[in-house]
């Protein structure tokens, strides 16, 4: 059975650093690895999606990598703003292609 | 982009009620419609996964006779809480797939429900 873990689980930073969110899970057989913001009492916005065969995706400021043999991930955040400020959760997409299993998330707050 | 519809978004009713969510794929027809469950600080779990025609698939340990899932047409799946009691109380996701696994779900904006 995957399991999917978010270290840290919450971090406070101020305006402007970069920053980093790791992710890791137990059984590398993934379809995908896909990064998630949620905001408080709402669902979930996709914000970057790597398929197994590729190292990293990019999207702005942001910039995902994917280790498949070590079962990592991690969500660089550049410049920080404190629009930033969510819920980042990862998931794993299992092989067959629909069950997704999410980690636990990281709480970022990001300080004017 | 793909846009997922979920209402109501909070529902506040008395023990025994059952409650119903619906879940809406507004600009595209969705193959795959799965339903979450969120408790506070804690992540998503994966209640059921629903083809449009065909049962819904349970996760291990979620009652079926409890959660009634319908995906009657490939825009709309519905999520029925029968005789709902506080420890159903909870932030439920709907989310909404088309084609295979390189497409992201698309979620819905969430359904707090509070029983009293």
């Known amino acids: 059975k995957q399991e999917v873990t978010q270290i840290p689980a919450a971090l406070s930073v101020p305006e402007g650093e970069n920053l980093v969110l790791n992710c890791s899970f137990t059984d590398s057989a993934i379809y995908n690895l896909q990064w998630f913001r949620q905001d408080p009492g709402k669902g979930l916005t996709s914000l970057l999606l790597i398929q197994s065969s590729q190292r990293e995706q990019t999207s702005g400021r942001l910039n995902a990598s994917l280790d498949k043999s070590s079962g990592r991930s991690t969500l660089y955040i550049a410049a920080s703003q404190p629009g930033d400020s969510a819920t980042y959760l990862c998931?794993?997409?299992?092989?067959?292609?629909?069950?997704?299993?999410f980690g636990e998330g990281t709480q970022l707050t990001v300080n004017p | 982009g793909a846009v997922v519809s979920q209402h109501p978004s909070r529902v506040i009713c008395k023990s025994g009620t059952s409650v119903k969510i619906e879940c809406r794929s507004l600009?595209?027809?969705?193959?795959?419609m799965f339903w979450y469950r969120q408790f506070p600080k804690q992540s998503l779990m994966l209640m059921a996964t629903?083809?449009?025609?065909?049962?819904?698939?349970?996760e291990q340990g979620v009652e079926k006779d409890k959660f009634l899932i319908n995906h009657a047409s490939l825009t709309l799946s519905t999520l029925t809480v029968t005789s709902a009691h506080p420890e159903d109380s909870s932030f439920y996701i709907c989310?909404?797939?088309?084609?295979?696994?390189?497409?992201?779900?698309?979620f819905g904006d969430g359904t707090r429900l509070s029983i009293l």
């Open positions: 989310s909404a797939l088309t084609g295979n696994g390189n497409q992201p779900q698309h």
């Open positions: 998931a794993a997409l299992e092989t067959s292609g629909s069950r997704l299993t």
């Open positions: 629903s083809n449009e025609g065909s049962k819904a698939t349970y």
């Open positions: 600009d595209f027809q969705a193959t795959t």
